[in-house]
């Protein structure tokens, strides 16, 4: 079982940045990588970023060059560092945690909001 709690979303202008959290919880242990994925309104979830237990980084082509995500192992925390945002980067962002295979999951945080002014 494993629980997520994310924080860091806010208003921030074009150009500017945001840094959220995602904290985990419980059977940490079993998951095999954590990220972040983001939905704005009309349109399909989508993958932003992702790192797995090994430290292997994925990101969304949008967010390539921008967005940065890394993990505080002792903490069970990963971060996502969102540089020069843009209005298209306004969405509600989701922690997500994955266990593969047979006995594979998902988890997901509550959701936080980032909006981007211009």
């Known amino acids: 079982q494993v629980q997520l709690v994310e924080s860091g979303g806010g208003l921030v202008q074009a150009g500017g940045s945001l840094r959220l959290s995602c904290t985990a919880s419980?059977?940490?242990?079993?998951?095999?990588?954590m990220g972040w994925y983001r939905q704005a309104p009309g349109k399909l979830r989508e993958l932003v970023a992702q790192?797995?237990?090994?430290?292997?980084?994925n990101y969304g082509d949008s967010v390539k060059g921008r967005f940065t995500i890394s993990k505080d192992t002792i903490k069970n925390t990963v971060y996502l560092q969102m540089n020069n945002l843009k209005p298209e980067d306004a969405a509600v962002y989701y922690c997500?945690?994955?266990?593969?295979?047979?006995?594979?999951?998902?988890?997901w945080g509550q959701g936080t909001q980032v909006i981007v002014s211009s």
């Open positions: 997500n945690a994955k266990r593969l295979g047979i006995l594979g999951y998902d988890v």
């Open positions: 419980g059977s940490v242990f079993s998951l095999n990588a």
């Open positions: 790192i797995t237990s090994g430290g292997m980084t």
